[in-house]
Every structure is written in structure tokens, then in C-alpha cells.
């Protein structure tokens, strides 16, 4: 996904589509990522003279550990964004969301990376859990406990005003 200002300026219409299959299985090695399958980016570009500009998505499926037990979660994402490259640094570009082309080459690869690490969510969680799996759910003087668990459970220091409680209902 890299294209220069000269093969650019060659084509013979202003914008074009693109749609091309990457390998970002680096991601894996530096992140939380566990694996990533091969990313799928579609888009269009519109070029002028001093400037381009890429509208385009990004799906794929990356493996991302539960936040609970650290079992594999599949985790499917599609990122829609729009990115802007200037050709030549100009005084009153202040705006970081502007890429400023370096080399004559345009490479949208870090783009990518970038936008799909931003789209790991803070906390994942898998849906069911076996027994062999992941993290202990207990251990010595404790346990995971669900929220209706935590709602419909006694606090053990005041026990002992339910059991008076009751005994004053008898009687």
C-alpha cells in the first residue's frame, strides 16, 4: 500500500479505488494481540497537486485475551477513517490529523497499524469458560463471583442480625 508521488501524477484520472490484502502478524509480537488474521483494506483515493486524500475501511479478526479468565477472544473489527497527506510541509499546517509526505512515498501500512491498535478495547471478555481453561475462577479463601452472586449474598459480619431478625418474626 505505498504509492509515489510520481505514480500518482502518471495515472490518468484524480482518484482511484484500491482494495488489497495485508499481513500484519508484527502487530502480534509487540501488543496485546495474541494473533491477527490478514487485514482487508478497501477504500478510494483523491489526489490534487499538493495533496491526497484516502477514505477507507479496515476489517479483519484479531485473538485478544479475556480480561477475566486470559482465554483466546476473537475479536472481528471493522475501522472506517479518513487520512490526509500533504506533499510538501507548509507553515500553517498545524492540524495533526495532516500526514506530511516524506520521500515522495505515500505508505498507508503505519496508518493501519495505528488505527488498529487504537481499536483494542480496554477490557474483553469470552462468553463461556471451560473448567481447563484460562486463569483459576478460585482458589484459597476466594472466588470469581457474578454481580447477581455479590447482590443476593450476605455480608457474614451481619449474619447474625438476620438470624435475631427471624426470631423476632416467630414470635
Given at each position: 500500500?505505498?504509492?509515489t508521488?510520481?505514480?500518482?501524477?502518471?495515472?490518468?484520472?484524480?482518484?482511484?479505488?484500491?482494495?488489497?490484502?495485508?499481513?500484519?502478524?508484527?502487530?502480534?509480537q509487540?501488543?496485546?494481540?495474541?494473533?491477527?488474521?490478514?487485514?482487508?483494506?478497501k477504500?478510494?483515493?483523491e489526489?490534487?497537486s499538493?495533496?491526497?486524500?484516502?477514505?477507507?475501511?479496515?476489517?479483519?479478526?484479531?485473538?485478544?485475551?479475556?480480561?477475566?479468565?486470559?482465554?483466546?477472544?476473537?475479536?472481528?473489527?471493522?475501522?472506517?477513517?479518513?487520512?490526509?497527506?500533504?506533499?510538501?510541509?507548509?507553515?500553517?499546517?498545524?492540524?495533526e490529523?495532516?500526514?506530511?509526505?516524506e520521500?515522495?512515498?505515500?505508505?498507508?501500512?503505519?496508518?493501519?497499524?495505528?488505527?488498529?491498535?487504537?481499536?483494542i478495547?480496554?477490557?474483553?471478555?469470552?462468553?463461556?469458560?471451560?473448567?481447563?481453561?484460562?486463569?483459576?475462577?478460585?482458589?484459597?479463601?476466594?472466588?470469581?463471583?457474578?454481580?447477581?452472586?455479590?447482590?443476593n449474598?450476605?455480608?457474614?459480619?451481619?449474619?447474625?442480625l438476620?438470624?435475631?431478625?427471624?426470631?423476632?418474626?416467630?414470635s
Amino acid at each position: 500500500m505505498k504509492w509515489t508521488i510520481h505514480q500518482l501524477n502518471q495515472m490518468p484520472k484524480k482518484d482511484f479505488e484500491f482494495d488489497e490484502t495485508v499481513d500484519l502478524s508484527e502487530l502480534s509480537q509487540s501488543s496485546e494481540i495474541r494473533s491477527i488474521s490478514p487485514v482487508r483494506v478497501k477504500g478510494r483515493a483523491e489526489f490534487r497537486s499538493k495533496q491526497a486524500a484516502f477514505d477507507f475501511t479496515i476489517s479483519g479478526e484479531m485473538i485478544l485475551p479475556c480480561s477475566r479468565t486470559l482465554v483466546d477472544v476473537r475479536y472481528p473489527f471493522s475501522i472506517s477513517t479518513k487520512e490526509l497527506f500533504i506533499f510538501h510541509k507548509t507553515e500553517e499546517l498545524e492540524d495533526e490529523d495532516v500526514h506530511i509526505v516524506e520521500d515522495d512515498l505515500i505508505d498507508l501500512t503505519p496508518v493501519v497499524k495505528e488505527e488498529i491498535l487504537l481499536e483494542i478495547p480496554m477490557q474483553i471478555f469470552c462468553e463461556s469458560v471451560q473448567k481447563e481453561e484460562g486463569a483459576p475462577q478460585e482458589g484459597k479463601d476466594w472466588q470469581v463471583i457474578t454481580e447477581d452472586d455479590r447482590k443476593n449474598r450476605i455480608d457474614p459480619r451481619l449474619a447474625g442480625l438476620g438470624k435475631l431478625l427471624k426470631q423476632e418474626d416467630e414470635s
